[in-house]
């Protein structure tokens, strides 16, 4: 869960962009140009940076491998507690006085937990450098977890499922993968339930700190105004006294369960939220560009693929239509999502299938492969413009153990894609049999089928 108060967050903007709005956020590096360099600090941690001194900026992007998927049984959530508690005091500071320290430096420093993993980001201005790196220290390695800011937060969780509760679109997402997933992990919300946040306690809390922060499963990237010297001393001081090992875990690989299965799920509302899936691919599959193409034609091409053509401009039948490639640690998904009148949803759902069948059955042509690659290889560099951005994709390829290289080889891995491979892969992978669809509101001719 990413936290953060409203006015420390427009302090903390503030006083950043006013450093650097007129040069920094009005640069668009192309991704060929950044330069990475590997970072080993004097007590063996590793980093990837980017320097870039033209303007007093750091930005540190983070994360431990190990997310929500591990919470225990009946305690559901706690990932997501740890990451909203951390900063809520550190060391000799409570609450007040360590989000008082953050307004005073003007610092942004946000946590989340995702299901695969749990991460952090930091941003501050250079003169702050080392008291911020310091709370970020406090906050990983000796985080307070005091009562009154636990249960606080535990209400703030609560208070947002109850407003997702009655979310048609949330509704709609929730079981779609509890279904997808029974019994499995990735079926749980990472925000936990009603039912299982009150039973997570501050022994749970501490036990999550100190099992999963450890340096054999960190990955650090920074970008900004530091030199390689000075990142790897920073290092040694924010991370050098966790543990070297985190305790062991394994979770199973799963495929997602397919069927040709259709759940309604009664809502008074006048459009039918729909969402959709079956099993998809995993990121270290070696056909992973071959269905990440197929799927930007399919659905992932936004006014160009061939769901939101036949949807929405052909048949005026939704606002938008979407698919995705949705790859976990241990499986992989392919999903999406529409919303329609619910007079129209049937034929929504009837197009969306044979939009899928004849995506397996014909494949790409060579003009969408083109079109595909194109797009997908041009508008690579708009993904660097700013240094978060930077940072938090260094980061996703440090997780993923695609190489340090990646930026530079990843519009070549595209274009080495045949016809011939993606259209394989389409026939592989897309099932309309397979589909389960979730559907929130009162669809006309739409029933409840395969559950």
Known sequence: MIKMPAFRLLLASAAIAATFLTTFLMRAPLAQAIDIQKIVSPKGLTAWLVEDHSNPIITVNFAFRGGAALDPAGKEGLANLVASTIDEGAGDLDSQAFQRALEDFSVSLNFRAGQDSFSGSLRTLTRNRDRVFELLKLALTRPRFDADAVARMKSQILAGLRRRSENPRQIA???????????????NPVMGSAETIPFIKIVDLKLFQAQRFAKDNLVVSVVGDVTAVALGKLLDSVFGSLPETASPWKLPDIMATAGNRTIVIDKPIPQSVIRFAQAGIKRNDPDFFAAYIMNYVLGGGGFESRLYREIREKRGLAYSVYSYLSPYNHTGIIMGGSA????????????????????????????????????????????????????????????????????????????????????????????????????????????????
């Open 173 to 187: 997402g929730r079981m779609l993968l509890k279904t997808l997933f029974p019994g499995h992990s990735y079926g």
């Open 340 to 451: 329609t009148a619910n007079a129209r949803a049937a034929e929504t759902i009837k197009i969306l299938k044979n939009e899928w069948r004849r995506m397996a059955d014909q494949g790409l042509t060579r003009t969408e492969l083109d079109d595909a690659k194109t797009y997908l290889t041009g508008s690579y560099p708009l993904r660097f413009s700013s240094s978060r951005q930077i940072a938090a994709m260094m980061t996703g390829i440090q997780l993923e153990r695609l190489g340090i290289k990646y930026i530079d080889q990843r519009n070549s891995f595209i274009n080495t894609v045949t016809l011939d491979d993606v259209n394989q892969v389409a026939k592989k992978l897309l099932d309309a049999d397979a589909l389960t669809l979730v559907v929130v509101g009162r669809p006309d001719g739409v029933q409840a089928e395969g559950q």
